[in-house]
Structures are given as C-alpha cells and as structure tokens.
C-alpha cells in the first residue's frame, strides 16, 4: 500500500514537474498557434519544427533556395564567441541572401545594414526544435522611418514565412 | 529532491511572469547609434576590432557584403558588417528569452559614404517595446552603453 502511494505521489510530481517545463518553455519563447497570427505586431517569426535539428537545418536551406536566396552561412549561434570545442550545436543560424534584393534594398537606405544578413535560428529544446527569424517587416518599422522600404521588407517578410512554412510542414 | 526541482521551476516561473509585466520604456529613444570616423576604412576597422575586444566582448567574424554584391556584378563601396557577442549574454538569453536570440550576435555595419567612414549601430534599447521584461531591458542598456563606447573609440583618433 505505501508502495502505490508513493509510486502515485512521484508520478504526480513529475506529470507536475513536465507541465511546468512544458509552459515555462512556451511562456519563454510566446510560441503562438500559428507565426502568422502576430505577424504584423511580433518582433520574430516563430514555427516549432516537427523534424530534428539536422533534418529541419536541412529543410531551410531547401526552401531558401526554393524562394530565391543563396545559402551564404550556418554556424552555432555562439561562433567566435567561444572555443570551437565548446560550441552550442543545439544554437545553430543559417544565413541566406538574395543579392538582389540586397542591392535594392541598400540603394534604399544604407542603414538596412543593420538587419543584415537575411537569418534564420534554428533552436533545439526540450520539447522539440524551434525555428526563430527577425520579423523584417516588424523591426525595420522599428528602427527605419523609411516609406520606401516597405514594399521590400512586405516581400521578405512574405519570403520569410514561406520560407518557415516550408520548412517546418 | 524532486520536489526542490519543482519548486524551483515554480520560482522561475513566477520570476519569468512577474517580469513579463514590467512597464516599457519610452519608445521615442534614437533607434540608431552612429559614428563618423577620422580614419581611413582599414585602420576604422582595426580600431574597431580593438575597441570590441576593450570592452569585453569577442569579435566573432566580418561579413563582407561588398565583396558579395561585387561577385554579383554590382559596384559598390566598401559595406561590411562586424559581428561581436559575450558568450555570457547567449546563454542568460537562452533561459530567459530565447525569443530574442535572433538578435545576436550583435552587430556593427561600417561603411564608406563619399569621404567618410561611418559606422552604425541599431540601439538595442528599442527592443524594449518588443521585450519589456526589466532583466531584458538592463541587458539592452548595457549593450547600448557598450556599443557607444565601441563607436566612440573606433571612430576617435588617439
């Protein structure tokens, strides 16, 4: 009898122990339903991946390509910020660039600089992988009071979320 | 010990709530930190590499856009972005915002406009009105501080 008690007092406390890590984690990263819902208010785009790191790092590079931007880079996250041993490779980022559009963009306003290059981070958690972009559209509004930008940063915005839709489907 | 596990991950969710109700702050800040270098683009960009590392960040890499958009036929100025983090910050955002690693690491552009060499930041402050949590909030006021000082020595002759 204290033997069932006990094995249902450890299984409350880790179904507890679970669901706290669960919401803590969501509160954390405020992964909305859909990444379209606050698409034209949330500084990030956000879509959980239902594939693994790899796999899903994978799938980015496809769909950047798909959508017209070169690959340019995919490190960890903290690159050059540490020894190469002690990396995080659940932190990885894919840089992606459409030169075109680039060049465009700089012609605009030089200060786009700072949203440079197009990225996507790619973060392995506990309860699954995450995939993380600025929100151009979003950020640039921000940052740059320049009309004339909107009409490139609608387009990356909407080549973002292809770009995430894809990937993470 | 589980329970000490549990109340522990009680504790970081409270603290994670409470903060995720901290009052913005203003959003009427410069959302740009600029600086005009004296010196030509190559010693600017030493100095700035050393003016990161003075300051207790590492320097992680240059990304060279010019050189990119020359391989694509397109003639432009020098354009590069300089990118610098503390291994510290990644980690602290890692538990407390992940939202917010797409921010790093930080970055620095400098480029040349007719005569001058300048270099510019997005204040990290501005982010405030995306992550208004109080403890984001100090980062992004020590970033900001950080970044000034950056700018200000990599565009100062001695």
Same mark, same amino acid.
């Given at each position: 009898?204290?033997?069932?008690?006990?094995? &249902?007092?450890?299984?409350?406390?880790?179904?507890?122990? &679970?669901?706290?890590?669960?919401?803590?984690?969501? &509160?954390?990263?405020?992964?909305?339903?859909?990444?379209?819902?606050?698409?034209?208010?949330?500084?990030?785009?956000?879509?959980?991946?239902?594939?693994?790191?790899?796999?899903?790092?994978?799938?980015?590079?496809?769909?950047?390509?798909?959508?017209?931007?070169?690959? &340019?880079?995919?490190?960890?996250?903290?690159?050059?910020?540490?020894?190469?041993?002690?990396?995080?490779?659940?932190?990885?980022?894919?840089?992606?660039?459409?030169?075109?559009?680039?060049?465009?963009?700089?012609?605009?306003?030089?200060?786009?600089?700072?949203?440079?290059?197009?990225?996507?981070?790619?973060?392995?958690?506990?309860?699954?992988?995450?995939?993380?972009?600025?929100?151009?559209?979003?950020?640039?509004?921000?940052?740059?009071?320049?009309?004339?930008?909107?009409?490139?940063?609608?387009?990356?915005?909407?080549?973002?979320?292809?770009?995430?839709?894809?990937?993470?489907? | 010990?589980?329970?000490? #596990?549990?109340?522990?991950?009680?504790?970081?969710?409270?603290?994670?709530?409470?903060?995720?109700?901290?009052?913005?702050?203003?959003?009427?800040? $410069?959302?740009?930190?600029?600086?005009?270098?004296?010196?030509?683009?190559?010693?600017?960009?030493?100095?700035?590499?050393?003016?990161?590392?003075?300051?207790?960040?590492?320097?992680?890499?240059?990304?060279?856009?010019?050189?990119?958009?020359?391989?694509?036929?397109?003639?432009?100025? $020098?354009?590069?972005?300089?990118?610098?983090?503390?291994?510290?910050?990644?980690?602290?955002?890692?538990?407390?915002?992940?939202?917010?690693?797409?921010?790093?690491?930080?970055?620095?552009?400098?480029?040349?406009?007719?005569?001058?060499?300048?270099?510019?930041? #997005?204040?990290?402050?501005?982010?405030?009105?995306?992550?208004?949590?109080?403890?984001?909030?100090?980062?992004?006021?020590?970033?900001?501080?950080?970044?000034?000082?950056?700018?200000?020595?990599?565009?100062?002759?001695?």
């Amino acid at each position: 009898m204290y033997e069932v008690k006990n094995l &249902i007092k450890v299984s409350a406390v880790a179904f507890w122990r &679970i669901a706290l890590r669960a919401l803590l984690f969501s &509160i954390a990263l405020g992964v909305p339903s859909s990444f379209a819902d606050d698409i034209d208010t949330s500084p990030v785009l956000v879509a959980k991946s239902p594939y693994g790191l790899e796999q899903t790092i994978a799938n980015l590079k496809a769909a950047a390509e798909g959508n017209n931007f070169r690959v &340019i880079r995919e490190q960890s996250l903290d690159y050059g910020l540490v020894d190469n041993e002690d990396e995080n490779r659940s932190q990885r980022i894919l840089y992606f660039c459409n030169f075109d559009m680039l060049h465009e963009a700089l012609a605009v306003d030089k200060r786009v600089g700072v949203f440079l290059p197009c990225q996507v981070n790619v973060i392995e958690l506990d309860d699954g992988v995450y995939v993380i972009a600025p929100n151009p559209k979003v950020i640039s509004m921000a940052y740059i009071d320049n009309s004339e930008l909107a009409p490139a940063c609608s387009r990356l915005q909407d080549a973002y979320n292809a770009i995430l839709e894809e990937a993470t489907l | 010990m589980r329970l000490r #596990a549990l109340l522990q991950d009680f504790a970081k969710l409270a603290l994670v709530a409470l903060l995720s109700v901290s009052p913005a702050p203003r959003a009427d800040e $410069p959302s740009m930190l600029r600086a005009v270098s004296t010196e030509p683009y190559p010693e600017t960009m030493m100095r700035l590499q050393s003016a990161i590392e003075a300051n207790g960040y590492r320097f992680s890499r240059v990304q060279r856009v010019d050189y990119g958009l020359r391989r694509r036929g397109y003639d432009v100025p $020098p354009y590069r972005i300089v990118f610098f983090g503390n291994p510290a910050d990644v980690r602290f955002l890692s538990v407390v915002q992940p939202q917010l690693l797409p921010f790093l690491p930080l970055k620095i552009i400098v480029y040349e406009d007719g005569e001058k060499v300048v270099l510019l930041a #997005a204040d990290p402050t501005r982010l405030a009105q995306f992550f208004p949590a109080s403890n984001t909030v100090a980062l992004f006021n020590v970033w900001r501080r950080d970044i000034e000082k950056i700018l200000r020595q990599a565009s100062q002759s001695e």
